[in-house]
């Protein structure tokens, strides 16, 4: 008789109980749909640092400065964004010469692209790097939730492509 390691699948081996990760489902990811926005701002907090548009550019850098982030959201009186602001605009704005007293407004982006919490993650990246933009305000039902950037997105894809990683390797084994 045949090592057991060389022997083909019996019947009885369709008995046998499997772990959770060992199930098809499981392997195959079927109730897993993948990362969303929501939950990128479930894990980073939905503060969303702001300006006006009629605040000086001195106060935006004094703001990304102390918070250490590379953009704030451009908001109207009613909290809605009507433009963001990054490092990036201010390093144009210094190299044309501007005041740096200047409204933000005269430097903003205005109008910038959001998304909503039930963005996934490769629709987030996939706007970004169409649009050639590193953050992206998140709206629902018309109000400013949060605000996500590339360095988020990048971070929870990694966590996401670790998973899966480990989800072949489980497969391969049991």
Request: charged share 25%.
């Amino acid at each position: 008789m045949a090592p057991t390691s060389y022997q083909g699948r019996m019947e009885k081996d369709d008995k046998d109980s499997h772990t959770h990760s060992q199930t098809e489902e499981w392997s195959l990811g079927v109730n897993s749909p993948g990362i969303k926005v929501e939950d990128i701002l479930r894990h980073k907090g939905d503060d969303v640092h702001s300006v006006t548009p009629h605040s000086p550019v001195r106060e935006a850098v004094g703001k990304l400065t102390r918070m250490r982030i590379g953009a704030l959201v451009v908001v109207n009186s009613d909290l809605e964004p009507v433009g963001i602001v990054s490092e990036r605009d201010i390093v144009h704005m210094i190299d044309a010469g501007k005041d740096v007293d200047a409204a933000v407004e005269t430097i903003m982006t205005p109008n910038p692209v959001t998304c909503t919490p039930d963005y996934t993650i490769e629709e987030v990246m996939k706007v970004m790097s169409n649009r050639g933009f590193r953050h992206m305000p998140v709206q629902q039902d018309g109000h400013l939730v949060g605000l996500v950037s590339v360095r988020d997105v990048v971070k929870h894809r990694l966590q996401e492509v670790e998973y899966e990683n480990l989800k072949i390797k489980q497969a391969m084994v049991g």
